[in-house]
């Protein structure tokens, strides 16, 4: 059924992207922590398996919070499933597999080790992947023949919004645009506020007391280690709370959503975000009814006599069913090689500031107050990430694979699929141009125009050099002067590096940033 890959794309003679049978409703379904879903099931009383293996945890250092929110998951659908599901504590899979003694089915999981590992074992039948609206043989037959740089996300979004009827009008998309990003660019409201209510928060109950005293243990046995703050959970770890909190986005936020998607706030992390990418990335809600939901809720408010604004609805369905489903086959598409990309040659390592989530050492007000928010949270919204955080590491050269590994650990929703093409690609311009036309570098204009950082920092953003001048407006000079040659061909780069030669100061900017280094304070 699948094609091959065209162009210089890796073929689908991987193992790990074969074409898995669709279901296999008479064996024990293994569902890892990220499958935690009902579809994730052939039939709702399907025998299943789930392993809580301590040594993810001691791999890696997470935040916290990401950590309460993966086991917090596990044990509330082990509990929801009763004596349907074997559910085993052990140290790793394999130590939990060797315990299971009938006929198992997983399917697909999320990230290349974890597919070697399950095609391993001749007593697991692996199907294809589930938790996302399109197929990966799908995409593979829409990618064939195309180069890696044809692979555009606004192609393929437009196959998936009509193969699927999602804000469709017969063939053409509603309203007669199929992307109104344009129109979702509004900066930071000047009042501070985007006019909606609080999200709908979960309540935590007493599995969460028992993850918390396990954790605690953990750290104090000197177990594992976590970063950021322990703090209230935020963020659904079931099913039926990812449908509050859906509902309540649909409800009482989507409107709002769309204008100011790109702005930052100093004092309001969640603006009118839906917050699901964590539940999404858990399994715990199938994209294709998201989508679904926001399209009928659409049509709804629209024969109510009260539409809701289509840039809002079509910027949140580009969210779930574009961008996400787009980054999840770029992973698998572009190989296992993609992620050692560093087309930039950058080389430093991460500051301990930043390793350490340390607001306090940073000076600049953006830097600082984000990184607060993520040590707080786990979580800031797709901006802070791309265009502080990245955009900081760009210029700074930080080596690209160690700020994947990074974001993986400390975002609540990062995982290994998520993160490489993301980090890799877009935030880092390490593949060279794949993802990207052109590197997310931007100085202080950007940030001040988008936020309200920049009004409480000791630094100016018109200013590249001197004692006030911005981290950011300084480093974008000295990253144009670093990439010079290396960016010379690229035909967007060539109005901001012709910039460069009218700047007279140049020579003292790059200078200036090569002292201050990875150093924010
Ligand atoms: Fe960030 Fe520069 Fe604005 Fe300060 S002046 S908040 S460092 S962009």
Avoid at 47 to 67: G, I
Avoid at 243 to 255: G, K, P, S, Y
Avoid at 324 to 331: A, C, G, K
Wanted: a negative charge; hydrophobic letters at 40%; proline letters at 6%.
């Amino acid at each position: 059924m699948a094609a091959r890959a065209g162009g210089d794309l890796p073929g689908s003679d991987d193992p790990a992207l074969a074409d898995f049978p669709a279901q296999d409703p008479h064996s024990r379904r293994w569902c890892f922590a990220d499958q935690l879903g009902p579809h994730f099931l052939d039939a709702p009383g399907q025998p299943v398996l789930l392993v809580e293996a301590r040594s993810v945890f001691r791999r890696r250092r997470f935040h916290r919070q990401k950590a309460h929110l993966l086991l917090s998951a596990l044990r509330h659908r082990a509990a929801e499933l009763g004596e349907q599901a074997t559910f085993l504590k052990t140290e790793t899979y394999t130590e939990a597999l060797d315990q299971v003694h009938e006929r198992l089915s997983v399917c697909a999981p999320t990230t290349w080790p974890a597919r070697d590992l399950v095609l391993r074992r001749p007593d697991v039948t692996v199907l294809e992947a589930r938790g996302f609206v399109t197929r990966q043989a799908d995409f593979r037959r829409w990618a064939a023949g195309r180069s890696r740089q044809r692979l555009l996300m606004d192609d393929f979004y437009r196959v998936a919004r009509r193969v699927h009827d999602v804000l469709m009008d017969g063939a053409q998309p509603v309203g007669g645009t199929w992307n109104l990003d344009h129109q979702n660019r509004e900066p930071a409201p000047a009042d501070g506020r985007v006019g909606v209510p609080p999200p709908w928060l979960p309540v935590e109950d007493e599995i969460d007391e028992q993850v918390r005293a396990d954790l605690d243990r953990w750290v104090a046995d000197g177990d594992v280690a976590f970063v950021g703050d322990d703090g209230p959970r935020l963020f659904p770890v079931t099913h039926a709370e990812t449908e509050e909190r859906l509902e309540d986005f649909l409800t009482h936020r989507l409107r709002a959503f769309g204008p100011h998607e790109d702005a930052m706030l100093a004092g309001d992390p969640w603006l009118a975000h839906s917050m699901l990418s964590a539940s999404l990335n858990l399994g715990l809600v199938d994209p294709s009814d998201v989508v679904t939901r926001a399209d009928q809720a659409y049509r709804d408010s629209v024969a109510a006599g009260d539409p809701l604004p289509l840039n809002s609805v079509e910027g949140f369905v580009r969210q779930v069913m574009g961008w996400r489903d787009w980054i999840w086959h770029l992973y698998w598409q572009l190989g296992r090689d993609y992620r050692h990309g560093n087309a930039l040659a950058a080389h430093e390592e991460v500051p301990p500031w930043l390793a350490e989530l340390e607001a306090e050492a940073v000076g600049a007000n953006c830097l600082s107050s984000v990184l607060a928010d993520v040590r707080a949270r786990g979580w800031v919204h797709h901006i802070p990430r791309l265009m502080v955080l990245g955009n900081y590491a760009l210029q700074r050269g930080i080596e690209p694979l160690a700020m994947t590994d990074w974001f993986h650990r400390v975002f609540v929703d990062g995982y290994d699929w998520v993160m490489v093409a993301n980090v890799v690609g877009m935030s880092q311009h390490a593949d060279g141009g794949v993802l990207a036309t052109k590197p997310y570098a931007a100085g202080g204009a950007y940030i001040d125009r988008m936020s309200d950082y920049c009004g409480g920092c000791r630094y100016d953003p018109r200013k590249r050099l001197g004692e006030d001048a911005c981290p950011y407006t300084a480093g974008y000079w000295a990253f144009l002067e670093r990439n010079r040659e290396r960016l010379a061909d690229n035909r967007r780069m060539r109005q901001p590096l012709a910039g460069l030669g009218r700047l007279e100061d140049l020579e003292a900017v790059v200078e200036q940033e090569r002292d201050r280094g990875t150093d924010p304070r």
